[in-house]
């Protein structure tokens, strides 16, 4: 088990469409480790293994925040959804930014466990706000293809401000140029 470094938005592989696997073998349930250390590390709610640099079809997410019990899911995809839910979503491959976007009340995702025993499970609410955006990454997409533009906000740390934090409206092409900046210091 190892915490990872998680690669940030422009990184190729957040953008590739995810691999599915075939076998679980020892170095699937390593990944599967180091992807739940890597979240909990990071106090993420899900973690796609491209967001670790691994375009294959696993994530994690936690199902319980107050137990901190967390699903692994290995090819999951969404079989069923219904509804609409709109809310602020984050990503921890493009920390600090927040914005607005609209995911489906409900989703029922089939996925295989660590076991390899065909799983369905059914989520609503911030679960299916989870899924959806975790499985999202699996297909190369990103929150900020989705967010509402006008809501776009980068959460700047604030004194002054009763939580701690404000917000700086920024539009996708800023935020996107602040990413490259971002990746380049940081050698990525």
Known sequence: MA??????????????KARRLRNIDEDVIQLLDDLRDTMRHASGLGLAAAQIGVPVAAVTVMRD???ERVLELINPRIIES???????EACLSLPTLRGMV???????VAAVDPSGNPTTLEGEGLMARCLSH????????LFIDLVEPDSLVWLRPDESEESGY?????????????FDRLRARRGS
């Open 82 to 88: 219904e509804g609409e839910q709109e809310g602020t």
């Open 166 to 178: 404000r917000t700086e409206p920024t539009t996708v092409e800023e935020a996107l140029e602040a």
């Open 102 to 108: 609209i995911r489906p009340a409900r989703v029922v």
């Open 134 to 141: 975790e499985l999202d990454h699996l297909e190369g997409r």
């Open 65 to 67: 925040p107050e137990s």
């Open 3 to 16: 915490v990872r470094r998680i690669v940030y938005c422009g990184d190729p592989t957040l953008r590739r």
